[in-house]
């Protein structure tokens, strides 16, 4: 097991966007995922909406292990507070390393670091290992959406979980 310490959390760069394509796609479950899995041909990892600057990733001797995306909920003033995770992943074999939970940490720390206040996020109900460690970091549901979303003909919960930044 390589200790926490051993990869390095940093900004994304433009650069990032193939190999973070490649792990977005390569870690594709229908645990957290409520869109179909991805086909050809693929979209750009950073587009308007996703840019480089929303995304922290962890990297390896050069090799990406995983990613965390960062943004506003919502455009409004009243909400300018608030940072919402809108994306996590850690590559299959670096699993069980830290590297999800250390992600997670540098979201939170940024996310302080931009003024907010407060971050949230939102985890598929059958998703128990990401709310397991959503739990372990502060965070507790705030709200469920009891069968948002159906797969393979079954309800799924859409649990919103939250915690304050200081």
Do not use: C
Not at 48 to 65: I, M, S, W
Not at 94 to 103: D, E, M, N, Y
Not at 116 to 136: C, D, F, K, Q, S
């Amino acid at each position: 097991m390589t200790p926490p310490e051993s990869f390095v959390i940093r900004a994304a760069l433009p650069g990032d966007a193939e190999p973070l394509g490649l792990l977005d796609r390569a870690t594709w479950s229908p645990l957290h995922a409520v869109t179909p899995a991805p086909s050809e041909p693929y979209p750009p990892f950073f587009d308007e909406r996703h840019p480089p600057e929303d995304y922290l990733v962890a990297e390896l001797d050069g090799a990406l292990l995983g990613y965390v995306r960062v943004g506003r909920p919502t455009p409004f003033p009243s909400n300018a507070h608030v940072r919402q995770v809108q994306g996590l992943a850690v590559a299959d074999a670096a699993r069980g390393r830290g590297v999800g939970r250390a992600l997670l940490r540098a979201a939170l720390a940024k996310a302080a670091a931009d003024g907010a206040t407060r971050i949230t996020l939102r985890v598929l109900g059958h998703n128990g290992p990401a709310r397991a460690l959503y739990e372990a970091e502060g965070f507790t549901v705030e709200g469920v959406l009891p069968g948002e979303f159906v797969f393979d003909g079954v309800p799924t919960d859409d649990v919103h979980m939250g915690r304050s930044l200081f």
